[in-house]
């Protein structure tokens, strides 16, 4: 059984922190943990810190407070969390009246500088509530990554990085999440139909407006709520159902590359080959015989 971290108790606040040091193989190949614990302030107080190297996220257990962030201010209370980039200035103050308690989690990765950005083009904020006031899906991850940092595991940085993955995995879910749509005060689209729509005509000449002219909406309006509820814009889901094809089509038959291009509705074989390789990352022939 892990232990406890030690209590520090300060003029400001009690805390039970871990100050990890993961290996040179985590710090170069996985997530890694840097710093978590758990604090209460004991006077109203602020702390701040920039260029970090580190990504920081935090829920707020008890009590209310605020974090000031890239020049805004948020009001946080019991049950709010937030997710930002250290590298960035930022300040958190517990309120006067109602002293709040935290956990957190200081990490950082080889990829964190993408995946952050990815979160916040998903649509991810810098701090936002728990739909479930009964059940914070953050609070056992964040309780695993502190037992196991407590632990003396020979695997505790694999077991740390899972536990990283799952925190990462919940905030995208968070960010965008296709079975809770974002409600909208224009007018209604139900975006399965569209999506059926272009998986029955995306090998003929079909593009966003043809796409709108179809559900007789605005194009604006089409591409905002397309890519509200599937976190990709219609183009790219045109490309994708296109490029899902011709992979097939590769594996599995011995059509030439302009056949393929006709039949998965790219103009021609020249641009067919410009996508494959963009999304791939090589060509359609190197594809073939690899496979």
């Known amino acids: 059984m892990a232990k406890s971290p030690p209590l520090f108790i300060g003029d400001l606040v009690q805390s039970r922190r871990i100050i990890y040091q993961p290996s040179s193989f985590a710090m170069q190949s996985l997530l890694y943990l840097q710093e978590t614990g758990s604090l209460t302030a004991i006077k109203p107080h602020t702390s701040s810190r920039k260029n970090l190297s580190s990504f920081l996220f935090f829920y707020v257990e008890d009590g209310d407070g605020s974090l000031t962030y890239q020049n805004q201010t948020y009001s946080m209370k019991k049950g709010d969390c937030a997710f930002i980039d250290c590298r960035n200035k930022y300040s958190q ?39 479930d006031k009964n059940y914070n899906p953050f609070v056992p991850v964040l309780d ?101 094809l011709a992979k097939t089509e590769l594996r599995f038959t011995n059509k030439t590359l302009d056949v393929i291009a006709e039949e998965c509705g790219f103009e021609c074989a020249n641009y067919f080959i410009r996508s494959f390789k963009k999304i791939e990352g090589l060509t359609p022939g190197e594809y073939r015989k690899r496979w």
Request: glycine share 2%; with cysteine.
């Open 93 to 131: 103050s517990s309120s006067s009246k109602n002293l709040w308690s935290l956990k957190w989690v200081h990490f950082n990765g080889s990829n964190m500088s993408e995946i952050y950005s990815k979160y916040l083009e998903r649509g991810g904020e810098i701090c936002f509530s728990v739909d």
């Open 144 to 244: 695993s990554i502190i037992e196991i940092a407590s632990s003396t595991s020979y695997i505790r940085d694999m077991k740390i990085n899972e536990c990283l993955s799952k925190l990462l995995t919940t905030l995208m879910e968070y960010s965008w999440n296709p079975e809770k749509p974002k409600v909208s005060n224009t007018k209604c689209l139900n975006i399965s139909n569209v999506k059926a729509f272009i998986d029955q005509n995306f090998t003929e000449k079909i593009a966003l407006e043809i796409v709108a002219k179809q559900f007789n909406v605005n194009k604006s309006y089409l591409l905002r709520l397309f890519k509200e509820n599937t976190g990709i814009t219609v183009n790219n889901y045109i490309l994708q159902k296109r490029i899902l």
